[in-house]
């Protein structure tokens, strides 16, 4: 079945820095790739997602980059905020299967 | 639209006995997922429920179960419940042959003492 590995579990960067998250995935028949944030004591929430035709998505200060050959894709936040202090998780997904998770990735951003 | 939405949210057991939850999807999605949260290991998949029908599932023991019903809401049990049981258990629905975006709803805080 699908394996994500996703690095580094934790993250600290300083307000206005940029983060880099970067995930790989075992299955190359997976083809849809979500990104979540979980706050503290809250439900996880798609962030962002980018499916095996694409190579980069942009949303404003997020973007993800997928390498289909390499199976791996990034999480890239820019001017991060200390709102974006959370846990984010990489995901995998295939039809057919379960969306598999990451074990996901502690971001700070100190002021 | 509500969300996924999902009872109890907090529940207190002692080792052996067993415990249900519920989650009730999206309206309209058919599938739903469980998964168990606990620091380190992320979100580890427990099952999908797809049209009544279990789907999918993760590597976990026996004692975990769930099943589906008609109208799509969806129960998880765990018999002989243990210390390591102890989790935030969440579950998320999604459409499928629509996008595949799945969607969590709060989650079930166990503590198993």
């Known amino acids: 079945g699908e394996n994500v590995e996703q690095h580094p579990s934790t993250l600290s960067v300083q307000e206005g820095d940029s983060a880099v998250i970067k995930c790989t995935y075992s299955d190359s028949a997976s083809n849809y790739f979500p990104w979540y944030k979980q706050e503290l004591g809250k439900r996880p929430q798609l962030i962002i997602d980018?499916?095996?035709?694409?190579g980069e998505k942009k949303d404003q200060r997020i973007a993800v980059t997928l390498n289909k050959t390499a199976k791996h894709f990034s999480l890239h936040i820019t001017e991060t905020q200390p709102e974006d202090s959370a846990v984010y998780f990489c995901a995998a997904f295939q039809a057919g299967t379960a969306l598999i998770f990451g074990k996901g990735t502690t971001l700070s951003v100190s002021s | 639209k509500a969300g996924v939405t999902q009872t109890p949210r907090y529940l207190i057991k002692t080792r052996g006995q067993q415990v249900t939850l519920s989650c009730s999807p999206i309206?309209?999605?058919?599938?739903v997922s469980w998964y168990q949260q606990t620091p380190g290991q992320g979100l580890q998949f427990l099952f999908e429920?797809?049209?009544?029908?279990?789907?999918n599932k993760g590597n976990f023991p026996g004692r975990f179960s769930g099943r589906q019903f008609s109208n799509s809401r969806s129960e998880m049990n765990v018999s002989t419940l243990e210390l390591g049981d102890s989790a935030l258990y969440l579950c998320?629905?999604?459409?499928?042959?629509?996008?595949?975006?799945?969607?969590f709803g709060p989650g079930t805080r166990l503590l198993v003492l």
């Open positions: 998320a629905s999604r459409n499928p042959g629509g996008t595949e975006t799945q969607y």
């Open positions: 429920y797809f049209s009544e029908t279990q789907r």
């Open positions: 980018i499916r095996s035709n694409v």
């Open positions: 309206s309209g999605h058919r599938s």
